[in-house]
């Protein structure tokens, strides 16, 4: 017997939320042993994939202003052609020490108070390539395909369905350390995106018949995504979005955050030493948006710190940024991002959230009397996909829940990581029944 498939014919009148426990035990085809049957002359509804927080490549260019902290960072890496481009993130160098230096001082972002607003550091310029294409997102690395695949299964699992690069088929990857802003305040490279996404969703329905494009995007893609909706006339929503499909998005922030401000997070990347990228984790616009939002873990404690005495939850963030030693951090998450995260905006588009749960997440930590200084002595583990916490996971049932014309279909799939959920048979399967329901209003399989 097959999991549960929920109906895609959801009743205008009043929000529908189906909570959809898949067994992954239960015998399921898979993805790779069906085919889906084409619409009536091969039309379908465009698709424009959307990664999360490093599921792009970013490249740089060092300029005369550019001050290296080494001997080392002054000569690596020998770049030869290409206008002097090369690509920053990701590069396996970053696993060697003293060039963990060079890569941390080149992704820092600096926030100009003036400006309020975020730049890179002096002498460095970066740039996201082919634009519109899903090549840099793929893989963070063309060489090491085995070893840093990131939605290339999902990307090429759209393909065995019969969409094609260029042609139905889309990438926006974007600079990930910067962010967006709440009213009021600028967010140039972030305003920037959104712009450029409008553009590519305009064209890639206008290529496809003027048929409304799906989007689908991953974890922090998901909050572009929708303030990129929200931010749009409804009527222009309407026109050129069937629907939005997230995957792990952290609506509510994430207590992971938390730690990666405190003591540094090497995002599962082997011998990188946590401390010598912590600073410039800290100074990434998009790290603030995603700390814990007050609206979704309230007066939860989520920190204690023995040394200090003291006790955080996501009310009381701009004290813990205080008692870690970034005061810098303070006002931008003050002025720019507090707005930002109080209350989630309607999408305007029906919506189906994918979410992994039950994996162990990260869900309080204690530090001890050496302070932040020290890794944390406890870590407690609550429900979650290991990186998200199952409260800010299924934060849009509660946010979009009066409303009488949003949609929200939430799919949760048990045991599914925060990034195993981009090559998770079962999750494909979800987007590719949603999808085909866009593009046939019904499915059908053939096994091989």
Request: aromatic content about 8%; hydrophobic content about 40%; charged content about 20%.
């Amino acid at each position: 017997m097959e999991p549960g498939r929920p109906s895609l014919a959801l009743a205008p009148a009043a929000v529908t939320v189906m909570m959809v426990m898949l067994s992954l035990s239960s015998c399921y085809c898979g993805v790779s042993a069906a085919r889906i049957v084409a619409a009536a002359g091969g039309e379908r509804h465009p698709v424009i994939l959307i990664p999360g927080a490093g599921g792009n490549q970013l490249e740089a260019r060092l300029t005369e202003e550019y001050k290296p902290c080494s001997l080392a960072c002054r000569v690596w890496p020998p770049v030869r052609g290409r206008g002097g481009w090369f690509r920053l993130w990701f590069d396996p160098s970053v696993l060697l020490a003293p060039l963990t230096r060079c890569f941390a001082e080149r992704m820092t972002l600096y926030y100009d108070a003036v400006a309020d607003d975020y730049r890179n550091a002096p002498g460095v310029e970066t740039r996201v390539s082919d634009f519109g294409s899903t090549s840099t997102l793929r893989y963070l690395d063309p060489s090491l395909k085995l070893l840093t695949g990131y939605m290339n299964t999902l990307a090429s699992t759209l393909e065995k369905a019969g969409y094609e690069e260029g042609q139905d088929l889309f990438g926006a990857p974007y600079d990930f350390r910067y962010g967006l802003a709440g009213p009021g305040h600028p967010s140039a490279v972030g305003s920037a995106y959104l712009h450029r996404l409008r553009l590519l969703v305009e064209s890639a329905c206008a290529a496809n018949g003027g048929r409304p494009a799906i989007l689908v995007a991953h974890s922090l893609g998901g909050l572009f995504a929708l303030q990129f909706l929200a931010r749009s006339p409804l009527p222009w929503r309407s026109a050129h979005v069937a629907r939005l499909v997230t995957l792990s998005a952290p609506w509510g922030g994430s207590l992971q955050e938390m730690l990666t401000f405190a003591s540094g997070n090497t995002l599962g990347v082997p011998f990188v030493d946590a401390s010598l990228i912590r600073n410039e984790q800290r100074t990434a616009e998009s790290n603030l948006w995603l700390l814990p939002a007050p609206r979704v873990f309230g007066n939860t404690t989520l920190v204690v710190s023995r040394g200090q005495n003291r006790t955080y939850s996501a009310k009381n963030v701009t004290q813990f940024l205080r008692d870690i030693g970034f005061e810098e951090g303070v006002e931008p998450y003050r002025a720019r991002i507090r707005s930002l995260v109080e209350a989630l905006p309607e999408p305007g588009v029906p919506v189906t959230c994918l979410v992994g749960t039950g994996v162990d997440t990260v869900e309080s930590l204690v530090y001890g009397e050496g302070g932040f200084e020290e890794p944390p002595e406890e870590v407690v583990y609550g429900d979650g996909d290991g990186t998200v916490n199952l409260a800010s996971l299924v934060g849009p049932i509660k946010a979009w829940s009066d409303s009488p014309a949003q949609v929200v279909e939430v799919v949760e799939l048990p045991g599914v990581s925060h990034s195993g959920i981009l090559n998770d048979r079962s999750a494909l399967q979800q987007i590719i029944r949603v999808v085909d329901s866009i593009n046939l209003n019904a499915t059908s399989y053939q096994t091989s």
